[in-house]
């Protein structure tokens, strides 16, 4: 199975940019779906991304489109989440997330990384 650890969050002010980092080791990603998701506090986790096996296809929430972009580095085994104009309301845990399947649930998880944005 594969691992992930998401690294990269911290505080920023709003309007301030950050990115964060999911190195994957035990497989390839090219093997999976790849997305980002993210928990505030007090609420349910969210989707925030998702890139495709091919890494040809990208999904967006509409809450971050425009702003969020997800990209993948199949030789450093890494995908990123490029966050720009962020926005206290986009603070949260960020999580990635890995899924063997084409559609459904994802089947890993890495621990996630605290992203604040104050305002």
């Known amino acids: 199975q594969v691992q992930l650890v998401e690294s990269g969050g911290g505080l920023v002010q709003a309007g301030g940019s950050l990115r964060l980092s999911c190195a994957a080791s035990?497989?390839?990603?090219?093997?999976?779906?790849m997305g980002w998701f993210r928990r505030a506090a007090g609420k349910e986790r969210e989707f925030v991304t998702v890139i495709s096996r091919s890494g040809e296809i990208t999904l967006y929430a509409d809450s971050v489109k425009g702003r969020f972009t997800i990209a993948r580095d199949t030789v450093k085994n890494t995908v990123y989440l490029e966050m720009t104009n962020l926005k206290p309301g986009d603070t949260a845990v960020y999580y990635c997330a890995a899924a063997a399947a084409d559609r459904g649930s994802f089947d890993y998880w890495g621990q996630g990384t605290q992203v604040t944005v104050s305002s």
């Open positions: 035990g497989h390839p990603i090219s093997s999976y779906r």
